[in-house]
């Protein structure tokens, strides 16, 4: 009965020790696929997604500006700064998003010398 009981055990652990493997491995080409995704998807290098936390689009989105104008930028900056100040109501997070956006490394615009 023991033996029966040990194989029975044994048995089991390798099934689960199967399964386990297998979805380690499938996990593991998931991320390598999605890592290799998202390297061909961005405009922007990983090191100043990653320095900052957002990316060129989601800072595009956060201050409502279709194109890189140094003018823009700014104006729409000061007035999403202005409207979420603490004096006024607003909340320091959703103040410290356009600021993240105007220090992105690499990715503010620059000045058109014309």
Request: with cysteine.
């Amino acid at each position: 009965m023991a033996k029966y009981l040990a194989q029975i055990i044994v048995m089991g652990v390798q099934v689960v020790g199967r399964a386990f493997a297998r979805a380690l491995r499938q996990e593991f080409a998931a991320s390598q696929a999605a890592a290799d995704a998202r390297g061909r998807a961005g405009h922007q290098s990983a090191a100043a997604s990653n320095l900052s936390g957002l990316s060129l689009q989601e800072a595009q989105q956060i201050l409502n500006i279709s194109k890189l104008n140094p003018e823009e930028v700014q104006k729409n900056y000061e007035h999403l700064f202005k409207v979420n100040d603490k004096s006024v109501g607003g909340s320091f997070y959703l103040q410290s998003k356009p600021c993240y956006q105007q220090n992105h490394p690499g990715e503010r615009p620059q000045a058109q010398s014309s």
